[in-house]
């Protein structure tokens, strides 16, 4: 049985929250996002958006109003909010996306109505399923089918924009050389740059004045010439 809560001083350190303050946090239920790039409703809604003041204001909330996350109405306090996870409150007019600052926290960054119908994700891999049809399994936990031919353009490590609701792919962008890009995990989690060079298992970025290596598999390609979404916080 999956525990409500978890101690704040053992969270993960992504997660932007006051440690000491109290002894608990709300523990996400499991969904698509790893631990370590999610935290729950309630959290997000208290201290990341602030929103709301106490855990039943939250559960008011997601019972009385409407808190979407990409499009879909969640009525647990304790679901994912996760990286690039769009998180929507059209009664107050309240439109966020989950973000990583410059340190690697998980953050809110309020966005517009019109930026809120559309969210990135980057493919993590393909599996093939029947009627010459695959799957691209997103790393926000999200699945899309694709014609054979089709996924044939398609690699992981790639990003796609996906539209909010529907999840229907609105642009594909390939992981490659000069492309805009944010790291996610290690060490220079929350950095934004521009692939130089890309090996086997390596990419390396340059931001700003620094230049350094990082694994593929922790970076997400945000655009071409420049990020299709602004998810700079």
Known sequence: M????????TAPRTWRILRKEE????????????MELAVSLNTFLKENAKVSNTTKETKYLLTKQSVNVNGKKKRDFKHQAGFL???SMPGQDKH???TLDRKGKIVAK???KSDANKTLSRIINKTPVKNK????????????????KQAKDYKPGDSLIISIPGNKVEKHIKLEKDSKAIVFLGKHSGTHGE???IDVDTVTIKAGKETFETKKEYVLVTGKDKPEINIEA
């Open 133 to 148: 049809k695959l799957q691209l399994n997103l790393m926000n936990g999200m699945n899309i089918l694709v014609d054979e």
């Open 96 to 98: 966020f996306i989950v």
């Open 2 to 9: 999956v525990k409500n809560h978890m101690k704040r001083l």
């Open 85 to 87: 996870d769009v998180i």
């Open 195 to 197: 692939i130089k060079e």
């Open 110 to 112: 309020q966005i517009s």
């Open 23 to 34: 002894t608990f946090v709300t523990r996400p239920s499991p969904g698509g996002h790893s």
